[in-house]
């Protein structure tokens, strides 16, 4: 730290007279000591307290920071549902815009998506009926007849022995 910060002390000079006459010189030098360890004191105080600052101003950005990321977290937990057919709605929309917007967004998005789903599941059903089933009797036809025996033939473990009847 002296190293550092070097303190040149100051000297003072008087002369000492007697009446008119000069009795003698008197020189007085300082020495630094005592300011470097006031300076050390004052410093590490300093030190200490833009430590303390800091820290707790990191802290305050960390949960500052949580707080503003967590609707990110709730969208990018809407995504992932998505994906696996859940379509949630975002109730609470976040109070920044740009967030709020982007959750809108996202209900939209989950909305259309469980319609579009939906549409098609039921679309999907409608042309399974056609594909396997007569129109007039509603009963299994040969196509799903063939379908059933490729699946029970594919399947030896399952079905090892059998017999079919045909009328």
Do not use: C
């Not at 020189?27 to 005592?34: C, F, I, K, Q, R």
């Not at 949630?88 to 319609?115: C, D, F, H, I, Y």
């Not at 999907?124 to 509603?138: C, G, K, S």
Request: charged share 20%; glycine share 6%.
């Amino acid at each position: 730290f002296v190293r550092w910060i070097p303190l040149r002390a100051p000297a003072g000079n008087a002369m000492i007279m007697s009446g008119w006459r000069q009795a003698g010189r008197i020189s007085v030098e300082t020495h630094p000591g005592h300011a470097y360890a006031e300076l050390w004191q004052n410093f590490s105080g300093i030190l200490i307290w833009f430590s303390a600052v800091y820290l707790f101003g990191v802290f305050l950005l960390l949960v500052l920071l949580r707080f503003l990321l967590n609707p990110l977290q709730m969208v990018e937990k809407m995504a992932l549902e998505i994906g696996r057919r859940e379509f949630p709605v975002m109730k609470k929309p976040p109070w920044s815009r740009e967030l709020r917007r982007v959750v809108q967004a996202m209900n939209r998005m989950s909305g259309k998506l469980r319609t579009s789903f939906e549409e098609n599941e039921a679309s999907i059903e409608v042309l399974r009926n056609h594909a396997y089933r007569d129109p007039v009797t509603q009963t299994a036809n040969r196509d799903a007849f063939e379908s059933r025996l490729t699946h029970l033939l594919q399947s030896p473990d399952e079905f090892s022995t059998g017999a079919l009847y045909l009328l």
